[in-house]
C-alpha cells in the first residue's frame, strides 16, 4: 500500500530564510510524486511533480524538490521565503488510479 | 484552465438529512474524486470515478454515496447526515494519466448540527 508521511505539522520561518518541507513516500514501484500548497479558503493548487528524469524538479513560486529514492523522500525547498508563502503544504504519491496525501504541514511566516 | 466547481461553499444541514454535494468539471477529465479533509489528518479519499456510471470505494467511504450520470459531474451523497461527518470536502479531476496532476475546487465546508 503506498503512504506518506510529513513529520512535520507546523513550522515557522521568518521572512527571508530559506526553508524546506520533508516528506517521506513509500511506494512499490517508482513512484509519481506532487506537492500541493492551500492558502486559507482555498482548494489546492500544484506546486510541482516528479515522475522521471533530473531528481531536482522546480515548481512555481521558486519552488523546489528534490527526489531521493535511497532515502525514499522528496523534500520541498524555497532559498527565501515571502509573507505569501504562509500556507498548508501537502505531498502527495500517485499509485494505478488512487493519489494518497500526507497530513500537511502549515507553515507560518514571520516577519 | 480547468475549471472545478462546487456547488456550495458553505452548508449547513440537519443530523438526518440527505445531503448532496456536486461537483462539475469544464475539461472531459476521466477521473473524478471526492475527498474530505480534516485539520491533522490531510486529505482522505471516500471515493472515485474513471468513467461514467463506473465507482470506485476510496478509504472512507462508510456514510457515502456517489453517482456520476455525467462526465462532466459528480455528486456525492451524504444519505443520513451525521455530526461526524462535519468536514471540508473537496473534489477533484485528473485526465486520467498519472503523470498529471489533479486539480481541485474550492471545496464545500459542510456543517452537520
Known amino acids: 500500500a503506498q503512504s506518506v508521511t510529513q513529520p512535520d505539522i507546523h513550522i515557522t520561518v521568518s521572512e527571508g530564510a530559506s526553508l524546506e518541507l520533508r516528506c517521506n513516500y513509500s511506494?512499490?514501484?517508482?513512484?509519481?510524486l506532487f506537492w500541493y500548497v492551500q492558502s486559507p479558503g482555498q482548494g489546492l493548487q500544484l506546486l510541482l511533480k516528479?515522475?522521471?528524469?533530473?531528481?531536482l524538479v522546480q515548481g512555481i513560486k521558486g519552488f523546489e524538490a528534490e527526489f531521493k529514492r535511497s532515502q525514499s523522500s522528496f523534500n520541498l525547498r524555497k532559498p527565501s521565503v515571502h509573507w505569501s508563502d504562509a500556507a498548508e503544504y501537502f505531498c502527495?504519491?500517485?499509485?494505478?488510479?488512487?493519489?494518497?496525501f500526507g497530513t500537511g504541514t502549515k507553515l507560518q511566516v514571520i516577519p | 484552465d480547468v475549471k472545478v466547481t462546487q456547488s456550495s461553499r458553505y452548508l449547513v444541514k440537519r443530523t438526518g438529512e440527505k445531503v448532496f454535494l456536486e461537483c462539475v468539471q469544464d475539461?472531459?477529465?476521466?477521473?473524478m474524486f471526492w475527498y474530505r479533509q480534516d485539520p491533522g489528518l490531510g486529505l482522505r479519499l471516500i471515493y472515485f470515478?474513471?468513467?461514467?456510471?463506473?465507482?470506485e470505494k476510496g478509504d472512507i467511504p462508510e456514510g457515502y454515496s456517489v453517482s456520476r450520470e455525467k462526465k462532466e459531474r459528480f455528486s456525492l451523497i451524504l444519505e443520513s447526515a451525521s455530526t461526524n461527518q462535519t468536514s471540508m470536502y473537496l473534489c477533484?479531476?485528473?485526465?486520467?494519466?498519472?503523470?498529471?496532476?489533479?486539480?481541485f475546487g474550492p471545496g464545500t465546508r459542510l456543517t452537520v448540527t
Open positions: 502527495a504519491v500517485r499509485g494505478y488510479q488512487k493519489v494518497t
Open positions: 511506494y512499490g514501484a517508482t513512484p509519481y
Open positions: 516528479y515522475f522521471s528524469g533530473d531528481t
Open positions: 475539461m472531459d477529465h476521466e477521473n
Open positions: 470515478s474513471y468513467d461514467v456510471k463506473m465507482k
Open positions: 477533484a479531476t485528473d485526465p486520467g494519466d498519472s503523470r498529471y496532476e489533479q486539480y
